[in-house]
């Protein structure tokens, strides 16, 4: 069983900087896919940043340039760095990791944290 723990969200004013952190535990063999994902009340949910194993990155087109996705293999940890806040930015953002265990594959997603930016 693997599971994830998010933390790092909170209230911050526009031009401010967030760092979102997201570490899996457990029965985990090795990780594919590390990616951060948000969303608003009325909206779907929408891809912010992603990192592979080999470590490309792809990023939406609105956090370029000042979201940063990284990873930690030792500590099975993804992050998320975010400057330039803007009030756009406000929704729960959710990290999704894709894991391999010694008997599966599991597509896993952490339990949100709440961003928001004030103007």
């Known amino acids: 069983q693997v599971q994830l723990v998010e933390s790092g969200g909170g209230l911050v004013q526009a031009g401010g900087s967030l760092r979102l952190s997201c570490a899996a535990s457990g029965n985990i063999f090795s990780i594919n896919l590390m990616g951060w994902y948000r969303q608003v009340p009325g909206k779907q949910r929408e891809l912010v940043a992603r990192i592979f194993s080999g470590g490309s990155t792809v990023y939406a087109d609105s956090v370029k340039g000042r979201f940063t996705i990284s990873r930690d293999n030792a500590k099975n940890t993804v992050y998320l760095q975010m400057n330039s806040l803007k009030p756009e930015d406000t929704a729960v953002y959710y990290c999704?990791?894709?894991?391999?265990?010694?008997?599966?594959?599991?597509?896993?997603w952490g339990q949100g944290t709440q961003v928001t930016v004030s103007s």
């Open positions: 999704r990791i894709v894991v391999d265990t010694t008997t599966s594959t599991s597509d896993l």
